[in-house]
Each structure stands twice: as structure tokens, then as C-alpha cells.
């Protein structure tokens, strides 16, 4: 399989690998883990796979964590209506299946988003017609599933669209991990933003963080960039202070996992400390995000889990190690930006600006009165 035959065209417009496909009753998700060397499918159509998938980051990046966990959960329900005649007893089985899937990853808010999603309409169906059969709701929470693939792609359409009138021309745009096609089930968000000003022929190039211990900046960013004929140029994550101090950099963009209501941003590990590099120089740090990455419930990012992960990712590169076995090492995934160092959040309800405290609420439908 060849990366050529994998990409997905949308109304005439290559929106990139799709990280998730359905095959009949199949889905395949691309291994993130192996690329760039080889672009190979892991079949997550089983509950317990689609978890390893999720925990062992075959697939990521928050969005598309959340549209497989959906797929997953929709799935499950159709292999479990099989011996039930009543719908009503699917929904302990969904409960459980969500339970679980929302068990393997908990930064990003996308898949409590699209867990929550499935199990209301589920619900939701079962009360409005008590006497619905089990197959139908599952056919049903599968076609609502499929459905969210499919809006993911337009909303990061959407606001990459707007993201790109906040990009000068012949920019230097600084991005962190992979804010891309695979990490949000099409066209992207961060990286979104930036396609969307090369197809307005506003000719950017882009430095790209390795994104230490995973790598996603040098093994999926320059792989999806160099793809779409975008200059890039890898720099190690440590350089980006020095670039900035000297004007090489215009402004920087990245994706997020969660975000709070006063636009505090979890998002993967140095995303801080590139925000704060960003204010000391004066460059603009720009998050760009669907509206299903904010988390309504939360006033502030303080009550956002940090996902720890095994020190090994550190400890080794690859299945070598490059330190002593058994040093003591700390590795949390994500970090916190306070919503004070951003300069606007980018979404397909339009570009949000400080005070978050008002814009987002607003954004979300969810102000107080
Ligand atoms: O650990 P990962 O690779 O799932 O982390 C991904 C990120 O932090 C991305 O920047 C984030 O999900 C935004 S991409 C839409």
C-alpha cells in the first residue's frame, strides 16, 4: 500500500491519509507507529483492539482518538445487538464498552466527546421509541459514527479556512507534533491552517519540532508536509528559542487536546514552553482546534488530567536505550498553556480572541445568562 492509493479526495480536494477507514464491517485504522517507513493498517473492529490501538498510539492525535473510539463503540453495539432482541438491553453493554475506551487515554477530550455522543443517541433513541429492535439502533450508532468522519473533514475545512487570513505571506511558521490529516481524521487543523495558506498561494514554510520521546513532529508532520509539497525544514525541539531570537520564525501554530473554558490548552508535551518563548519575542502563538476539543465543564485548565506515559519512551529510542536501563525518568505527554500566552484560538465557529472567559462560552452556546 502506497501512501497515493490511501489519500482521500473531498469535493475535488485531496484532504490527505485518512488515519481511520471502514471496510464493510471493518475498521482499519493506518499504524501511526510505523510510519514513515511503512504505511500499514491495524484492524481495530474489535473493542479490545481499538483500546491497545488507542493506548499504544496506533492511532492519535485527539480527534481521530475520537472518531475510532465512536467507530469502535458503534461497532461493538452491533456485535452485541446480535443476541438481544430489545435495544434497551444494548445500552448496559455501550456503557461498559465507553467505560473502557475512555479508560485508555485521558488528556484528550475528544474521546469522552464522541463516547458521550454515541451513548446519548443511543439513549436518546431508546426512550423516543421503546420498542426500536437492537440491530436497528446499532445500524443506526453506526451511521451516526461514519457521519463524524465525515464532519471532522469539513469542520477542519472550515477552520483552516478562516486560520488562514491570520498567516502573512511567506511566513515562517513554527509547529509542534502533528496537528495533521492523521491526527484529525482529514485535511488537519494546525497543519489545516497552514495547507489551506499554501492553496491560497500564500507560499509558507514551515520548521517542524522533532516532538520528543514519540517523534510525531519528524515521523508524521514532515511526512504529510512533504507530501503536499510544503517546505519544511526538522529542527530538534531545544532550538526553537534560538530561531525565534533570531527573526527566523513569524508565528507559531499547534493543535490541542483539551481546552477550558477560559482557553487554558493541554496539548503535547513543550507546547508551554514554546508559548512563553512565543511572548518573550513577540510572535504570534495561535491554537487551532474543532469546538469538540473544548471542554465545557472545565472553568480552567487546572482539572485536566496530564497523561503520564511508561519512562521507557525516554529511557530507549526505539528498542535501544540511551541512558542507564533503570534511570529515573519522568515522562508526562502533554502540558498546559494558560490561555494568557495565546494569541487567538483558531475553530470553524470562527477565530476566538482574549477574554476567552467570554469568547468561548459564547462559541459553545454554553454562557451564562
Ligand atoms: O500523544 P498524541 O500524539 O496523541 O498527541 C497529539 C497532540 O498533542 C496533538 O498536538 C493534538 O492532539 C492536537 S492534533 C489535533
Not at 505571506?169 to 484529525?184: I, K, M, R
Amino acid at each position: 500500500m502506497n501512501e497515493g492509493t490511501c489519500r482521500q479526495v473531498i469535493d475535488g480536494q485531496d484532504v490527505g491519509v485518512l488515519p481511520v477507514r471502514l471496510e464493510d464491517e471493518r475498521i482499519l485504522l493506518v499504524d501511526q507507529r510505523s510510519l514513515p517507513d511503512k504505511l500499514e493498517f491495524f484492524d481495530a473492529t474489535e473493542l479490545k483492539d481499538m483500546c491497545f490501538a488507542i493506548r499504544e498510539m496506533v492511532v492519535r492525535g485527539a480527534p481521530s482518538i475520537g472518531v475510532a473510539a465512536a467507530l469502535a463503540l458503534a461497532a461493538h453495539g452491533k456485535q452485541s445487538a446480535k443476541g438481544k432482541s430489545s435495544a434497551t438491553d444494548l445500552l448496559p453493554d455501550l456503557q461498559e464498552a465507553g467505560k473502557q475506551l475512555q479508560s485508555t487515554r485521558p488528556t484528550g477530550v475528544n474521546l469522552k466527546w464522541a463516547v458521550e455522543k454515541i451513548y446519548l443517541a443511543a439513549d436518546q433513541q431508546v426512550k423516543g421509541d421503546t420498542k426500536v429492535a437492537a440491530t436497528t439502533l446499532a445500524d443506526r450508532l453506526v451511521e451516526l459514527a461514519a457521519s463524524m468522519l465525515d464532519s471532522h473533514i469539513r469542520t477542519n475545512m472550515v477552520l483552516s479556512a478562516l486560520g488562514s487570513a491570520l498567516i502573512p505571506e511567506n511566513a515562517s511558521v513554527l509547529t509542534h507534533c502533528n496537528a495533521g490529516s492523521l491526527a484529525t481524521c482529514g485535511w488537519g487543523t494546525a497543519l489545516g491552517v497552514i495547507r489551506s495558506a499554501k492553496f491560497a498561494g500564500l507560499n509558507p514554510n514551515v520548521f517542524v519540532d522533532e516532538t520528543r520521546p514519540r517523534n510525531q513532529g519528524s515521523r508524521l508532520t514532515v511526512w504529510e508536509l512533504v507530501q503536499d509539497g510544503i517546505p519544511c525544514t526538522l529542527i530538534c525541539d531545544s532550538l526553537a528559542g534560538y530561531l525565534m531570537a533570531k527573526k527566523k520564525i513569524d508565528l507559531v501554530i499547534v493543535g490541542a487536546d483539551r481546552i477550558a473554558l477560559n482557553g487554558d490548552t493541554a496539548n503535547k508535551v513543550g507546547t508551554y514552553s514554546l508559548a512563553v518563548l512565543a511572548k518573550a519575542h513577540g510572535i504570534p502563538f495561535y491554537v487551532a482546534a474543532p469546538l469538540s476539543t473544548f471542554d465545557p465543564t472545565l472553568p480552567t485548565g487546572d482539572g485536566i488530567v496530564i497523561e503520564e506515559r511508561s519512562a521507557d519512551e525516554i529511557i530507549k529510542f526505539g528498542d535501544h536505550s540511551i541512558t542507564l536501563s533503570n534511570a529515573n525518568a519522568l515522562n508526562l505527554a502533554f502540558d498546559l498553556t494558560p490561555g494568557s500566552l495565546i494569541t487567538a484560538i483558531i475553530t470553524e465557529g470562527g477565530i476566538l480572541r482574549s477574554s476567552y472567559e467570554r469568547s468561548i462560552p459564547q462559541a459553545l452556546g454554553v454562557e451564562k445568562q
